[in-house]
């Protein structure tokens, strides 16, 4: 579904000429009053805002402000400001140019970024990106499957494992077929951890400098088929697809060539499949698993989801509620995320919506050689052989807010429970409590 550039503009002869049918005087004048209640209260201008907001950034004339960007806090830097910012349709539609500065207080250090993105066509089906970036992030943390982004970044402020990072990288995504996306790249970056950690690759002296170089080239591939899109306002959106997602991301790590030194592979597939059924509601099963062969630092390796956080409780798609953020550390693993939705059936009031969810979320995962990696008691790390297993009940848009017609806000809330093998003997620290944040097209 298309809303075309300027439609809102056309005069009254050019609909006179287009419309297949006449207006009735009703519809003539619920459209009079609508033009001057837009012209009035400006709704296109807060139906953009809205729209914007959906994707974490906030227009400012010409450009777009990253709401992500301006607070954070972690052990390292400790409190931080920054500012991002990017150009938006009203410079050009087809390129779009960033930048970003941030401080942090407790490191007393800058770190900057920026892009330049380019668009080949429309509806961005090709485009290709040059960035840069220093920065911190993470350790072992970012997945590189093609998911869509979060419009709250938590790690922002459950980080302690953090790496200093300055990153280079050249990137083309193309339209493979219809329904299906690649991305290719040349990464090159260097990683320096802010942690005590060192890396024992044969088992021998470990590296002292404790300085890694990567340089990585990678596939990403997306498959959606029969997925439907809106575009409104420069912007489209998925509306989903009944058939299964497939994602696959292959890395290779080239040794010896602009300065890297580790030679690797990485593999990376999911699955996400939506099931919805008239009387019950909505099932949504989402799969994934990752294996690396060769052997690299801790910086490279997989860092199982955690998102427990007492401070900060929001839920997160695709992770684990009752996790510690740097608790399990894996070279291949699999998790499994299984969702239903009854949907509202109890009670459907114009701000209060209940729906009622259950989850249940699963990974098993191994560490091959785990002696290479040493690291302090207060940041060490767990393997995932036995599985680990947690259970949710959420109360989803217990509050339902319409945006201008454009996107609903909810909120809502529900509590997590850890249990088998890596069950806590202390009760209270296998439960943690969520709140939910739902933007929705309907």
């Given at each position: ?103 942090g207080f407790g490191d007393k250090a800058w770190k900057y970024a920026g892009n330049v993105l380019w668009l080949w066509d ?159 509601g909505i099932t949504r099963l989402h799969i994934e698993g990752g294996y690396i062969n060769g052997s690299v630092p801790y ?128 009760e209270k620290s296998n439960i943690a409590g969520k709140i939910s944040l739902m933007f929705s097209l309907n």
């Amino acid at each position: 579904m298309v809303l075309e550039e300027g439609a809102a503009q056309k005069d009254d002869t050019y609909w006179k000429h287009h419309r297949r049918d006449t207006l009735t005087a009703k519809e003539q004048k619920t459209y009079e009053v609508m033009g001057a209640l837009n012209k009035k209260f400006g709704f296109d201008k807060w139906a953009k805002i809205g729209q914007k907001l959906s994707f974490g950034y906030f227009p400012l004339g010409k450009l777009d402000l990253d709401l992500n960007y301006l607070a954070r806090k972690n052990d390292y830097e400790g409190y931080r400001l920054g500012i991002r910012l990017r150009t938006n349709e009203e410079i050009s539609k087809r390129f779009t140019v960033g930048a970003a500065a941030g401080y942090g207080f407790g490191d007393k250090a800058w770190k900057y970024a920026g892009n330049v993105l380019w668009l080949w066509d429309k509806k961005g089906d090709y485009q290709s990106e040059i960035r840069y970036s220093s920065d911190v992030r993470p350790a072992a943390s970012r997945t590189t499957l093609a998911y869509p982004g979060s419009i709250i970044d938590l790690r922002n402020y459950l980080t302690a494992n953090l790496d200093l990072i300055e990153e280079k990288e050249v990137a083309t995504k193309i339209r493979l077929m219809k329904y299906a996306t690649a991305r290719l790249s040349l990464n090159q970056n260097r990683k320096i951890p802010t942690y005590n950690y060192s890396f024992q690759p044969d088992l021998g002296e470990p590296d002292l400098d404790n300085i890694f170089h990567f340089t990585d080239v990678a596939v990403q591939l997306r498959y959606a088929y029969k997925e439907n899109f809106i575009e409104s306002f420069g912007q489209r959106v998925s509306l989903g697809t009944p058939y299964p997602i497939l994602y696959f991301t292959y890395t290779q790590g080239l040794k010896d060539v602009l300065e890297g030194e580790y030679a690797y592979n990485k593999y990376e597939a999911a699955i996400a499949q939506t099931l919805r059924s008239k009387y019950l509601g909505i099932t949504r099963l989402h799969i994934e698993g990752g294996y690396i062969n060769g052997s690299v630092p801790y910086s490279n390796l997989f860092l199982n989801r955690g998102n427990f956080s007492i401070t900060i409780p929001f839920f997160v798609e695709r992770s684990f509620q009752t996790m510690r953020t740097f608790e399990f550390l894996s070279d291949r693993y699999v998790n499994i995320f299984i969702t239903h939705n009854f949907e509202t059936r109890l009670v459907k009031g114009k701000y209060f919506r209940p729906e009622i969810e259950v989850s249940q979320n699963i990974s098993f995962g191994t560490l091959s050689n785990a002696a290479n990696h040493v690291l302090d008691e207060d940041v060490n790390f767990k393997t995932l052989e036995k599985g680990y297993f947690e259970a949710g009940l959420m109360m989803r848009n217990l509050l339902r807010f319409n945006f201008y017609n454009v996107a609903y806000f909810g909120i809502g809330g529900g509590i997590f429970y850890r249990y088998g093998a890596y069950h806590f003997a202390d009760e209270k620290s296998n439960i943690a409590g969520k709140i939910s944040l739902m933007f929705s097209l309907n």
